[in-house]
Antibody, heavy 116, light 110 residues
Framework: QVQLVQSGSELKKPGASVKVSCKASGYTFTDYAMNWVRQAPGQGLEWMGWINTKTGNPTYAQDFTGQFVFSLDTSVSTAYLQISSLKAEDTAVYYC?????????WGQGTLVTVSS | QSALTQPASVSGSPGQSITISCTGTSSDIGGYNYVSWYQQHPGKAPKLIIFDVNKRPSGVSNRFSGSKSDNTASLTISGLQAEDEADYYCSSYTTSGTLIFGGGTKLTVL
């Protein structure tokens, strides 16, 4: 069965970086795009962008440029989200989600907390 | 690009039907039939319940249905049950090749 398993919660200080992983199983990794979605505490879902798992080409939503980097390691069917120069307002749950126009499969979410 | 517009909250009694609206523009909802709806219970990942405006994934109850008219999509839940109490989000593919979510609607089952 399809599974997306994300790395565990992170506690980071302002200015630090974090890398969240999303390991896929149960399907051919390069057959489907991978998206990243942010959910701040008590807030709604925000689409951050997606990465083409065949080419590695990322597309970032307008509000998620510069600080955010999507990457892949296809040898281990894993997508990564790296966030640099962390600020308190980056505190959120980050989800990976498979496919382009509809997200049938989601990771369990990774809570990133930014606090001094 | 601003989020799609959803009511902040809706409520209904068990057995009743409710409808949640999701309003966008001709660049998103009006431009494609790629509207999806997600149900999210507290502390859980979202779950896809409707895709391509009105299709249900396997295993999703037929009490959930979707529709679209011009730039507005709608999710209807019939025969409300206590377990339907959750947050609901719409999303749409856009003409820019991006995706946009609605602000979310909290459904309370009275």
């Amino acid at each position: 069965q399809v599974q997306l398993v994300q790395s565990g919660s992170e506690l980071k200080k302002p200015g630090a970086s974090v890398k969240v992983s999303c390991k896929a199983s149960g399907y051919t990794f390069t057959d489907y795009a991978m998206n990243w979605v942010r959910q701040a505490p008590g807030q709604g879902l925000e689409w951050m962008g997606w990465i083409n798992t065949k080419t590695g080409n990322p597309t970032y939503a307008q509000d998620f440029t510069g600080q955010f980097v999507f990457s892949l390691d296809t040898s281990v069917s894993t997508a990564y989200l790296q966030i640099s120069s962390l600020k308190a307002e980056d505190t959120a749950v980050y989800y990976c989600a498979r496919d382009r126009s509809r997200f049938s499969y989601w990771g369990q979410g990774t809570l990133v907390t930014v606090s001094s | 690009q601003s989020a799609l517009t959803q009511p902040a909250s809706v409520s209904g009694s068990p057995g009743q039907s409710i409808t949640i609206s999701c309003t966008g523009t001709s660049s998103d909802i009006g431009g494609y039939n790629y509207v999806s709806w997600y149900q999210q219970h507290p502390g859980k990942a979202p779950k896809l319940i409707i895709f391509d405006v009105n299709k249900r994934p396997s295993g999703v109850s037929n009490r959930f249905s979707g529709s679209k008219s011009d730039n507005t999509a709608s999710l209807t839940i019939s025969g409300l049950q206590a377990e339907d109490e959750a947050d609901y989000y719409c999303s749409s593919y856009t003409t820019s090749g991006t995706l946009i979510f609605g602000g979310g609607t909290k459904l309370t089952v009275l």
